[in-house]
Structure formats: C-alpha cells, structure tokens
C-alpha cells in the first residue's frame, strides 16, 4: 500500500489550500485515515482523522471549525480542506493509514502506511 500526499503549497494568512491523499495497492475503504504534521522544530502532531465510516471525524482543537476532512472510497482519495490559516499551520502534512484503531487517533503507533508528506507555508 503507498499513499501519495499533494496539494501543498504557499498561502496567506486567512487564506486556504486543499490537501489530497490518495491511496494504491489497496482500496481506501479498509483503512482509516489521519493527517499529521510537522512544525519546525516541533514533534509531529495529530491533525484530524476519519475513520473507515462516512462520518466519523476527529479533529485537534488547533484546527477545528478551519480544517475539514472527507474522503472518495470511489477515487481511493482523502481530502484535507485547510480555510481561515494562520502563520501556526506551516509544517509538513503527513497522512497515515490505519485499519482499525486501538487507542486514540492520534496515537502514531497504530499507523501502518505513511505518505512521504508535502509542505505547508503559511506567510504573508
């Protein structure tokens, strides 16, 4: 299974870009999805995730009411929607595949496959 992270890119602050992970080898209805990122000089942090189950989304504080997450069984595609940024959101964008979750979804452990990332910069 590999998954490919895109859409990253430059933005203002208050503005938005729109993440995409796309899955391969497998098809995206077994897996759930979380998207994590990197901060200079942070750890790498939860984001938000969504579980196999339309439906069901969980969200970091930092991000809630800005960020949403969906996805497209049918295109094998996740998506990861970032309005209102702030200069706080520049990182790299990671998504990881999980199939089932035993702990919280934030805990990076039970994440199987991992995309390679792709860049956030948020600057005026």
């Known amino acids: 299974v590999q998954l490919q992270a895109s859409g990253g890119g430059i933005a203002q602050p208050g503005g938005s870009l729109r993440l995409s992970c796309t899955v391969s080898?497998?098809?995206?209805?077994?897996?759930?999805i979380g998207w994590f990122r990197r901060a200079p000089g942070k750890e790498r942090e939860g984001v938000t995730f969504i579980g196999k189950n339309v439906g069901s989304t969980n969200y970091a504080d930092s991000v809630k009411g800005r960020f949403t997450i969906s996805r497209d069984n049918a295109k094998n595609t996740v998506y990861l929607q970032l309005n209102s940024l702030k200069p706080d959101d520049t990182a790299v964008y990671y998504c990881a595949a999980v199939r089932s979750l035993w702990g919280h979804w934030f805990t990076e452990s039970q994440y199987v496959y991992w995309g390679q990332g792709t860049q956030v910069t948020v600057s005026s």
């Open positions: 080898g497998e098809t995206l209805d077994g897996y759930g």
